[in-house]
């Protein structure tokens, strides 16, 4: 099946393809295009017969196929010759286009070959015109010097009037005039330099007769410049006098631009341009802001120890006070794109900065440094400053740059500490050295509200503690943890040499028992102090540190105030056992078995001391007393292990075994009385024990008896009971013997016993002279 192909194209169409390309090349380039087009049609073709008869029972639809392909022929046909007929057209108004332009063209070049042969002829007649051209020149600068002649003969008047008005305070009348003399000079000017640029004589005489000009403008500006330096107080009471000066700069700034455009031009700027007095009024507003700042201070050192706390609050006030005014009123007086108030709050910032450096470089001392710390790191950014309400919503506080740098705020806080150590370590001496002065009195200590002694030394050092710590915990959380550590290693330091010195009064007091009057008194409050500082410094930790974790300096202070309060409380009872050393000596003597009130005394005389003991407080007064009576007891025991009697007889046994029963249930009444605690009965019991051993009629049973002995008190050694036979003295050797014997063989242990009586009981020597006597009075007993 092949396509073919129907060109009709008009007449001039094809005239015009001919002209424009020739006739060979367009035969040539229909038969290939021709040619090319049917074999492939005739390929396609092939194909799809091939595709419609590939089954027999298909050939019986030819006819059908046939007419088919013929309407689809026609439809395509229809359609390429309407596509080549819109193309054909197309191409002739293409044609016609480019036959126009070309006869175009050749009329232009005519046109511009006459144009170049009649400027050629011109040259010399332009030549001639340069006189008339110089005249124009002239002409325009003397038409200017006439437009300005009025304003020129005037000049020495304008000046005069405006100097009144700058005088007056007119300032804009006056920016107005001076704004008239400046153009006319500055007119001038322009027309000598385009003139002629290089006539500095002319320049200069026109710079003459207008130099008053000048003087005007510096005078106004001194003017602008004096109002901005008040323009705190000038928004106040006239505002329209800054909105003036203001506007005053945005009009020479405004000139400067121009002048500045117009010398990328043409090469000529005004004498005096670019004035840039916005860039001065900044300047000035700076310089205004530190003045402020630096004149807050009205007293120095010398003059008022308060100096700093009063000049930080001055600041403080006059920052807020002008911040709040920049808000409220200055702002209305700048436009908008000055973007006032941050350029006020960040002037303030830096000013404020500026001078905080410099008193953080004076010679300051511990509670100035605090104070300015304080001042910087917290009452900065507070409310009460640059975050106060009103200007909470025109800044963000948080993007302030610190207004000193961390390494110098490390240096005053290293200065504080180590001021601060040295101070803290005066106070403790002086306080310690009050306190000990107060211990040579002769009137009793005060008492607390429970009646306990005490001495004024814990609140007065804790009140340094505190004051110290309060003041810390103003600057940050680690700076008050790092003074408290501080504190209590101070405090460690301080209770060595209140224990010394404790020591040393007790010493004092040993060496003449009747001075000072008052000294049981003050030990008492001694060991009351204790007590205090322990829940003082409780007090600090649970108030100042976030840590509830025990340190190192925690122990060694838990550690010393319990080892001053027990040596105090053995220095009180060193005190009563030195007034019973007599009476405890008669125990277990001749003289007391005959009848003696040693006893009584040693009672009355440990219940008259503790009756001002009652005013230790617990735990201690506690501890005192089951003390005291482990010592009556021990000292009792003593004197049986002393053998300061040896019985004759039974009936001796008997008397002096009912008379230690009887004096055990003495003190175990006081005692009891007096709250020694459980171990009151046990320590009595021994002595009560020990008389039984005493008290036995039948020598036969004695083992047993000191069996039972060692099985309540085992801490007993045999040297004890040979001491306990020995006083009995009716114990034979052999008995002795085995009844030592016996109970090393069946020793008990005594580890457990929680408060040992005889471990620390010793048994004096026989000396040869005791051996005789005891040997001499055996041998009469054999004989009797």
């Known amino acids: 099946m092949t396509r073919q192909w129907d060109f009709r194209c008009c007449n001039y169409t094809q005239e015009c393809l001919h002209e424009a390309f020739g006739y060979d090349w367009y035969y040539i380039l229909l038969s290939n295009t021709m040619e090319e087009t049917s074999r492939e049609a005739v390929a396609t073709a092939v194909q799809r017969v091939a595709g419609m008869l590939q089954r027999s029972d298909q050939l019986d639809k030819v006819e059908q196929y046939r007419r088919r392909e013929a309407r689809k022929k026609a439809s395509v046909e229809a359609r390429l010759k309407a596509a080549i007929q819109s193309q054909l057209d197309g191409v002739r108004t293409g044609l016609t286009q480019l036959h126009s332009a070309l006869l175009d063209v050749k009329d232009i070049q005519g046109s511009l070959a006459d144009v170049s042969k009649d400027w050629r002829q011109s040259i010399n007649t332009i030549e001639n015109l340069k006189d008339v051209k110089d005249a124009v020149v002239q002409h325009s600068q003397l038409a200017s010097a006439v437009e300005n002649l009025k304003n020129i003969f005037s000049v020495p008047e304008i000046v005069a009037d405006t100097q009144q008005l700058i005088e007056q305070g007119e300032l804009l009348q006056a920016h107005r005039k001076l704004m008239e003399l400046e153009c006319s000079r500055d007119d001038l000017m322009y027309e000598q330099y385009r003139m002629d640029s290089k006539n500095t004589s002319d320049m200069n005489l026109i710079s003459i007769y207008f130099e008053d000009v000048q003087g005007l403008s510096d005078e106004l500006a001194k003017q602008l410049w004096m109002i901005l330096q008040r323009s705190m107080l000038t928004v106040r009471r006239d505002p329209t006098m800054l909105v003036s000066s203001v506007r005053i700069i945005e009009r020479e700034e405004k000139i400067d631009r121009r002048m500045v455009d117009r010398k990328k031009q043409t090469g000529f700027i005004p004498p005096g341009r670019p004035k840039r007095w916005k860039d001065k009024m900044f300047q000035v507003l700076e310089g205004t802001v530190g003045t402020r700042i630096e004149g807050t201070q009205a007293m120095t050192k010398e003059a008022d120890k308060m100096w700093l706390v009063r000049l930080l609050e001055i600041t403080r006030k006059y920052v807020l006070d002008d911040l709040i005014v920049v808000k409220n009123l200055m702002v209305q007086c700048f436009p908008q794109h000055y973007n006032t108030f941050n350029r006020f709050f960040g002037l303030y910032h830096s000013a404020v900065s500026s001078r905080v450096k410099e008193l953080a470089s004076e010679d300051l001392e511990a509670n100035e440094i605090v104070s300015l710390l304080t001042w910087v790191l917290n009452t900065y950014k507070s409310v009460e400053m640059m975050g106060h309400p009103e200007l909470f919503s025109e800044c963000d506080i948080n993007q302030l740059e610190p207004l000193l740098p961390q390494d110098v705020v490390d240096d005053l806080l290293s200065k504080y500490v180590k001021t601060f150590t040295s101070n803290i370590t005066g106070w403790l001496r002086k306080a310690l050295e009050t306190d000990k002065k107060d211990w040579q009195k002769e009137t009793e200590p005060e008492a607390d509200q429970d009646g306990y002694y005490q001495t004024t030394l814990p609140a007065i050092v804790f009140q340094m503690f505190e004051q110290n710590l309060q003041v810390a915990a103003q600057i940050d959380n ?101 007034d019973l050393e007599h009476h405890l000596n008669e125990l277990l003597t001749r003289k007391w078995l005959t009848g003696s009130h040693a006893v009584d005394t040693i009672c009355v005389t440990v219940e008259d001391y503790f009756n001002d003991f009652n005013k230790i407080k617990k735990p201690f007064n506690q501890e005192m007393t089951s003390e005291a009576l482990r010592r009556v007891v021990v000292e009792y025991i003593k004197a049986v292990m002393q053998k300061r009697i040896t019985f004759k007889n039974a009936d001796e046994r008997r008397e002096g075994a009912e008379r230690m029963i009887k004096e055990a249930d003495q003190f175990k009444f006081l005692f009891r009385k007096l709250a020694a605690g459980e171990d009151t009965d046990r320590l009595c019991g021994a002595i009560a024990a020990i008389a039984e051993v005493f008290k036995l009629t039948d020598p036969t049973l004695l083992f047993l008896e000191v069996t039972t002995l060692v099985s309540k008190y085992p801490d007993i050694r045999e040297e004890h009971i040979q001491a306990l036979l020995a006083v009995r003295g009716d114990a034979s050797r052999e008995m002795r013997q085995m009844i030592i014997g016996t109970l090393s063989e069946n020793k008990v242990s005594y580890a457990g016993v929680t408060q040992p009586i005889f471990k620390d009981i010793t048994v004096p020597t026989m000396t040869m002279t005791t051996m005789t006597t005891m040997t001499s009075m055996a041998t009469a007993k054999l004989l009797k």
């Open 478 to 578: 680690d700076f008050k943890e790092q003074v408290l550590k501080l504190c209590l290693k101070q405090m460690n330091t301080f209770l060595i040499r209140y224990r010394e010195e404790a020591v040393t009064y007790k010493e004092e007091h040993m060496r003449d028992r009747q001075m000072p009057q008052c000294y049981v008194q003050y030990m008492i409050a001694i060991i009351n102090n204790c007590q205090t500082f322990k829940e003082s410094i409780n007090s600090l930790k649970r108030k100042y540190s976030q840590s509830s974790e025990p340190t190192d300096s925690d122990a060694a202070i838990e550690r010393t105030l319990n080892e001053v309060a027990k040596e105090g409380c053995q220095f009180l009872l060193d005190e009563v056992f030195l």
